[in-house]
């Protein structure tokens, strides 16, 4: 299909916003990139993940200590995604290329093809936030219906139920079936992929097979079977919900919107920075334990407009846009708690879950 186009307006709201957040930097000399608290979060972040594999894989510890441990994991998996990898993805983390393909590739040793990502989230859903048809992290059908362009079925009655236990599946799918279906299907959705090179080719199986040997096979030869079922399970689960559930508080709320292209022309309605305000919320943004554990996401309308600023900016340059948003009569969506993000989020899929 044809993706949309944003109208082009020759005194933009981007303009302005860029010209504003560059004059930030510019007086507090500051470069956009990452700093030494990021820096000092990776390598916490990283050596947690480092001793935790270690100790479940080749100490094998008590079951009720190796469950909590698989937990912990997965929700440390989470937080190098949100902190580490996804920085790195954008060229944010690091001023140096080469430490943010580092930072970047660290997703492909955890499963997720960073082939695949990259065009998915950093094209794609950056590019055409919550439409439907062409943004896929608004695809999960059949079991969620995310918006009313896309079909109803009996079981979304209950979806505002059963969602945690959908979102859960999302890290395990994701590495072992969507990746899959991207690379041979040769599309995202009904977006066509750019024709891979041979290099990526090789490097897209070269890491799922050291997934394998990593996460699979390795802990099966030291554990057994059963162990590792139980321990892969609970970190892959608890892994799936805790990113499913940061990126649904950020755009599917009840004060997002869905916008669709004109049907003749192909055009959306407004430029596309205002279409990121209107399509994105923030959520527990003075929480600083939220902030430091979610890179940032919290902060989602910073970083839609400014994915290649390094998320430990966002506190200072969300002032900045707020009053932007306030001068240019444009609505800046938050929710100042995370328990107020998630009823909505919660009463948004209640309403997505009545038959149209």
Same mark, same amino acid.
Not at 107 to 125: D, E, R
């Given at each position: 299909?044809?993706? $949309?186009?944003?109208?082009?307006?020759?005194?933009?709201?981007?303009?302005?916003?860029?010209?504003?957040?560059?004059?930030?930097?510019?007086?507090?000399?500051?470069?956009?990139?990452?700093?030494?608290?990021?820096?000092?979060?990776?390598?916490?972040?990283?050596?947690?993940?480092?001793?935790?594999? &270690?100790?479940?894989?080749?100490?094998?510890?008590?079951?009720?200590?190796?469950?909590?441990?698989?937990?912990?994991?997965?929700?440390?998996?989470?937080?190098?995604?949100?902190?580490?990898?996804?920085?790195?993805?954008?060229?944010?983390?690091?001023?140096?290329?080469?430490?943010?393909?580092?930072?970047?590739?660290?997703?492909?040793?955890?499963?997720?093809?960073?082939?695949?990502?990259?065009?998915?989230?950093?094209? %794609?859903?950056?590019?055409?936030?919550?439409?439907?048809?062409?943004?896929?992290?608004?695809?999960?059908? $059949?079991?969620?219906?995310?918006?009313?362009?896309?079909?109803?079925?009996?079981?979304?009655?209950?979806?505002? &139920?059963?969602?945690?236990?959908?979102?859960?599946?999302?890290?395990?799918?994701?590495?072992?079936?969507?990746?899959?279906?991207?690379?041979?299907?040769?599309? %995202?959705?009904?977006?066509?992929?750019?024709?891979?090179?041979?290099?990526?080719? %090789?490097?897209?199986?070269?890491?799922?097979?050291?997934?394998?040997?990593?996460?699979?096979?390795?802990?099966?030869?030291?554990?057994?079977?059963?162990?590792?079922? %139980?321990?892969?399970?609970?970190?892959?689960?608890?892994?799936?919900?805790?990113?499913?559930?940061?990126?649904?508080?950020?755009?599917? &709320?009840?004060?997002?919107?869905?916008?669709?292209?004109?049907?003749?022309?192909?055009?959306?309605?407004?430029?596309?920075?205002?279409?990121?305000?209107?399509?994105?919320?923030?959520?527990?943004?003075?929480?600083?334990?939220?902030?430091?554990?979610?890179?940032?996401?919290?902060?989602?309308?910073?970083?839609?407009?400014?994915?290649?600023?390094?998320?430990?900016?966002?506190?200072?340059?969300?002032?900045?846009?707020?009053?932007?948003?306030?001068?240019?009569?444009?609505?800046?969506?938050?929710?100042?708690?995370?328990?107020?993000?998630?009823?909505?989020? &919660?009463?948004?899929?209640?309403?997505?879950?009545?038959?149209?």
């Amino acid at each position: 299909m044809a993706t $949309p186009k944003f109208p082009k307006v020759s005194l933009s709201f981007h303009s302005e916003l860029k010209k504003r957040i560059g004059d930030y930097f510019n007086q507090k000399g500051k470069s956009q990139t990452g700093n030494g608290r990021l820096y000092i979060k990776a390598v916490v972040l990283m050596t947690s993940f480092f001793a935790l594999y &270690v100790h479940l894989v080749f100490f094998t510890p008590a079951t009720i200590l190796a469950i909590s441990e698989s937990i912990l994991m997965g929700c440390v998996v989470a937080a190098i995604g949100f902190n580490v990898m996804h920085d790195g993805a954008h060229g944010s983390f690091s001023r140096y290329q080469w430490i943010n393909d580092i930072a970047s590739n660290i997703a492909n040793f955890l499963g997720a093809s960073q082939y695949m990502w990259k065009s998915k989230h950093n094209i %794609i859903h950056h590019t055409y936030t919550n439409i439907h048809g062409v943004d896929d992290d608004i695809e999960a059908r $059949p079991l969620l219906r995310l918006c009313d362009e896309q079909s109803h079925y009996k079981i979304h009655k209950y979806q505002h &139920v059963y969602f945690p236990a959908a979102y859960s599946l999302l890290y395990i799918y994701w590495i072992f079936v969507t990746d899959y279906i991207k690379y041979f299907s040769g599309k %995202i959705g009904s977006i066509a992929l750019r024709k891979m090179t041979a290099k990526e080719h %090789i490097s897209f199986w070269f890491y799922k097979l050291a997934h394998a040997f990593i996460f699979v096979g390795l802990p099966i030869y030291m554990v057994g079977f059963s162990a590792w079922i %139980i321990g892969f399970l609970s970190m892959g689960l608890v892994a799936g919900f805790v990113l499913s559930i940061v990126f649904q508080l950020a755009h599917t &709320v009840e004060h997002t919107h869905f916008p669709l292209p004109n049907e003749a022309t192909g055009k959306m309605e407004d430029e596309w920075a205002i279409h990121q305000i209107k399509t994105t919320a923030n959520f527990a943004t003075r929480n600083t334990v939220i902030s430091w554990l979610v890179g940032g996401l919290n902060f989602q309308i910073e970083h839609h407009l400014f994915p290649k600023i390094s998320h430990v900016h966002y506190p200072q340059i969300s002032k900045i846009i707020k009053q932007a948003c306030e001068e240019f009569g444009v609505e800046y969506i938050e929710y100042p708690k995370l328990r107020q993000a998630v009823v909505s989020h &919660v009463s948004y899929l209640k309403q997505m879950g009545k038959a149209s």
